[in-house]
T-cell receptor
Framework: EAGVAQSPRYKIIEKRQSVAFWCNPI?????LYWYQQILGQGPKLLIQ????????DSQLPKDRFSAERLKGVDSTLKIQPAKLEDSAVYLC?????????????FGEGSRLTVL | QQPVQSPQAVILREGEDAVINCSSS?????VHWYRQKHGEAPIFLMI?????EQKGHDKISASFNEKKQQSSLYLTASQLSYSGTYFC????????????FGPGTSLSVIP
């Protein structure tokens, strides 16, 4: 079974530029998450999708971050314009079921450096 | 809303045991445990549900005290491969569950 795919793995941009990250979840997983992980901290939930609908985006800085999951499969997270404090690893995760089988499967992440 | 983890960091010699704790001020439906090695994605270790169901790892065990909203992860006879940062993730019972992670516990196992 193929895992969660993310790209790019690394991105370096200057502040005020824009960047987009792509995620393809495990086939059949209805729930998709984007987390932001700043060095030395735990993953922080940015947005959660159930199929192609947004379930929770309460922690997403909507003035600069946007995300979509067209057709309920892959997803894109965009930052425009980027700030220095956006430097982090952006982790995508997917989940098949709730309850005892609700574990999250993570991609390898996209590391963003904003100069 | 973020769960609290303790200790922040621990250093063990091979073969020693460790306990990592996670607590929340909110009523929980489940607790997840993940391990992350430097530069890698978190990997699933355990999930514990309110009511006692659990699914997880052969060599790692955990408990979930529903009354206290606390969970503990038990690492016995530690191996070098256990080194990494351990995160607990908590879910509250809502229509669509979301997993909120704690700040992590850094575990280093030395020979």
């Amino acid at each position: 079974e193929a895992g969660v795919a993310q790209s790019p793995r690394y991105k370096i941009i200057e502040k005020r530029q824009s960047v987009a990250f792509w995620c393809n979840p495990i086939s059949g997983h209805a729930t998709l998450y984007w987390y932001q992980q700043i060095l030395g901290q735990g993953p922080k939930l940015l947005i959660q999708f159930q199929n192609n609908g947004v379930v929770d985006d309460s922690q997403l800085p909507k003035d600069r971050f946007s995300a979509e999951r067209l057709k309920g499969v892959d997803s894109t997270l965009k930052i425009q314009p980027a700030k220095l404090e956006d430097s982090a690893v952006y982790l995508c995760a997917s989940s098949h079921k709730q309850g005892i089988d609700g574990e999250l499967f993570f991609g390898e992440g996209s590391r963003l450096t904003v100069l | 809303q973020q769960p609290v983890q303790s200790p922040q960091a621990v250093i063990l010699r091979e073969g020693e045991d460790a306990v990592i704790n996670c607590s929340s001020s909110k009523a929980l439906y489940s607790v997840h445990w993940y391990r992350q090695k430097h530069g890698e994605a978190p990997i699933f270790l355990m999930i514990l549900l309110k009511g006692g169901e659990q699914k997880g790892h052969d060599k790692i065990s955990a408990s979930f005290n529903e009354k206290k909203q606390q969970s503990s992860l038990y690492l016995t006879a530690s191996q070098l491969s256990y080194s990494g940062t351990y995160f607990c993730g908590t879910e509250r019972r809502t229509s669509y569950d979301k997993v909120i992670f704690g700040p992590g516990t850094s575990l280093s196992v030395i020979p």
